[in-house]
């Protein structure tokens, strides 16, 4: 970890490695579903960057350093999520989609914002959307919950995760069945809930939003209700709320909270507070927590748009989530929870007997590596000890000494000092030292970071 | 292929699928030989950026767009190559990186130059480099010859590729024999043989590099020079010139060449008209030619530099080559050299009986994806024909139907029409079915994309 420019972070090779199985294990996922992968520029014209009021002082703008007057170039800057961009590229190529569109987006994000921890100006999210023309059911909402859940679970070297599911049509349609005036300041109020304690929102919810002391509490009340299977149901009705959009609400959650059940290594469960207070969202909220990092927020949030985009004839509804790679993982390097077993792919360094002998090494590399074995040959005929102590330095778990005057090749694995005659046409060695794997503290056991 | 904002190109999700598999055929060579992940920010300082004069009217520079005097941020560049960048990376993680040190980073960078065919503003690179303190031993060039030969012939569903080696001190000990006094401008007007006819370039040897008329015909029949063995070295003798540091440019060109005899897809020739005129390279120098598309100019060009990077005290000499991925596969795509045969990582559309029957053909769909078959499930309970169509417009090979009132299941290759019973549970499609194919009219036969 270090980050010479703050707010950047960058990654030491061990750690990318990581980064770089999470990666493949998201794709992994997605595709399994049917996701299909989806790359956006960079840069976006402005006025579309600055259409979502909120963050315009967050964006990076772009000018070319000799740029002229007369270049005529759209001011440009780069994107500050994945979703606006996504749903651009759906509007400009509509022609050559089919709806629904499932697509995934694994990209570097940039944002002007003042640096902490997790908050950065520029870092990976993973987003997957499902978009619809003019129409989307509802059963897409539970497969995005589900499709993301299993990623998540498959990540099984990170700190347990909490998948947390609301519904605006919920709180939105309780507070039509208490006659409350204000809902937006409802949501804002309820989305503090994380920052401030109960009897702070409780006042934000008479002052800001309105209520009655007795509507304030009932809408607390509400919000502490979390289940992880569909018992916050009768666990509502109980507060004696009724709305026709207060029953689409909960008929919708507990489709989602239903349809992930059964998916191992994360918890998927109803949170009533869950508001996601500033987004346009209009159906099922998503938010993610990772246990023992509360204070980063959350990891993956996302929700149902009625609107994700529209062309003025044709509307294009979508539910979607975005995963936070880099502020899910960056503080879990820098509290050393995950680290690499080694800084290089190779699982073998073939030790070189003189300079003379480069091209023979070689071809001991060569061979071990047409059968998929990373390896590496030495940069020098050092002394073997000096070898020796080139890989442990990397964290290459053998070293392969070649035969001379027609002795055998010897291979040594240098974690436990065992040597062994071994040939390099039929050598393998166990499965788990054939890439670097990640440990995790969590369990503080190596963790095989192989993708299935 | 669409681009709504000129430069900035954009993929279909058929093409992007071709797109990955080509970063991923690159990752796995280049993690076969040793080569270590890394990725940069995007953004550096642009006194770093601007410290190689000549191009410093191509970089996009980024400003806050509500940046206030007293931020003290740091003017920043988007970075215009990956060389730049890993150079002042090495220098900040000196300490913790091991040397040798062999990493590929595969990342997009940004131009401000006028689009054209070729040219974009915004386009992905696959880099190489091995860089040592203070010595790199010359079997290195070798070695990043090889890599990138091993991987480039591995896309075998590209036009045959020409990976062209040449060696700076084999020009300049040539001109040194000669006595040429401006070896620089004899480079610059080699250089230029690609886009100009023999007798302008030998007009510009006499002109602007001072050569008399014998000498500029040595130097142009040395550029004429090229043989995919080590034949060239006696035609240089022939041509009888001689001086020490052309001695030591024909060892080490022999030595690449020689060193990536036997790889199959790719010619390694050595061409000696390659200069890289305008690159402070000072050995090994490579230029990378696609067979019938000459107008491209290199795809994969690189070379060895004496110090990639410095520290006042250390220097760090590297030699490594860039790969323009989206400057090779973008022309492929617009001329529809390359297709993919679907639009979706699909295999499977589980086709839906009616909306109740969603929970048995999610099953299905699971009970396929937990042997890495990727599945979708209908969007709606349509009439079967139009089921059919939906997996058509998509590319996907095979709908499941799900049997009805203990029937078992029932599968039909679609492209066949041939139907078949078929048990979830145990059902596996032929391999080349799994995932996306890549179909490249270089053979008009579908190329298997799977990794390795």
Chains 1, 2 share one sequence.
């Not at 040594?412 to 065992?418: K, N, P, S, V």
């Not at 393998?428 to 299935?452: F, M, N, R």
Request: aromatic content about 8%; overall charge negative.
């Amino acid at each position: 970890m270090t980050a010479s420019l703050s707010g950047f972070p960058e990654l030491l090779p061990s750690q990318r490695f990581i980064e770089l199985r999470v990666i493949d294990r998201l794709r992994y996922c997605f595709e399994l579903h049917g996701f299909a992968p989806v790359e956006t520029r960079a840069a976006e014209p402005l006025d579309s960057l600055l259409r979502k009021g909120e963050i315009d002082k967050e964006v990076y703008v772009l000018r070319r350093l000799h740029a002229a007057d007369d270049d005529g170039d759209v001011g440009l800057g780069l994107h500050f999520d994945l979703t606006v961009p996504f749903a651009r590229y759906v509007l400009d190529n509509a022609g050559h989609l089919e709806f629904p569109f499932r697509r995934y987006q694994i990209q570097k994000v940039w944002r002007g914002e003042r640096p902490q921890e997790g908050r950065y100006r520029e870092f990976t999210q993973a987003d997957i959307d499902i978009v619809g023309r003019d129409v989307l059911p509802v059963h897409h909402d539970v497969e995005i919950a589900r499709v993301m859940a299993e990623a998540l679970g498959g990540l099984n070297f990170l700190p347990p995760l909490r998948l947390q599911v609301n519904n605006r049509k919920l709180i939105e349609g309780f507070c039509l069945g208490l006659g409350v005036p204000d809902v937006p300041a409802v949501l804002r109020a309820i989305d503090r809930l994380d920052k401030v304690p109960p009897d702070i929102v409780a006042t934000l919810l008479r002052e800001d939003a309105g209520l009655t002391a007795e509507h304030a509490e009932k809408c607390l009340a509400l919000a502490e209700i979390r289940s992880g299977d569909t018992s916050f149901v009768s666990r509502v009705w109980a507060l004696g709320v009724s709305h026709p959009l207060l029953d689409e609400g909960l008929d919708e959650l507990a489709a989602v909270i239903e349809g992930c059940a059964g998916i191992s290594g994360v918890s998927v469960e109803a949170d009533l507070r869950i508001a996601r207070g500033l987004d346009y969202y209009t159906g099922t909220v998503f938010e993610t927590r990772m246990t023992g990092f509360d204070a980063l927020g959350s990891v993956c949030s996302g929700g149902r748009y009625d609107s994700l985009a529209t062309d003025g004839r044709t509307t294009y509804p979508g539910v979607g989530i975005s995963l936070g790679v880099t502020r899910m993982l960056v503080p879990l390097f820098q509290r050393h929870v995950l680290t690499g077993t080694r800084s290089v792919p190779s699982a073998v360094l073939v030790a070189l007997p003189s300079d003379d002998d480069r091209h023979r090494c070689d071809l001991v590399a060569q061979s071990l590596r047409a059968r998929g074995i990373p390896t590496e040959v030495a940069a020098s005929a050092q002394k073997y000890g000096k070898q020796i102590r080139y890989a442990e330095r990397r964290g290459i778990p053998f070293v392969w000494f070649p035969g001379t005057d027609g002795e055998p090749d010897e291979l040594t694995d240098i974690r436990t000092g065992a040597q062994s005659p071994a040939d390099a046409s039929s050598w393998l060695p166990p499965v788990e030292d054939l890439h670097p794997q990640v440990i995790s503290t969590k369990e503080s056991s190596a963790i095989s970071s192989d993708v299935p």
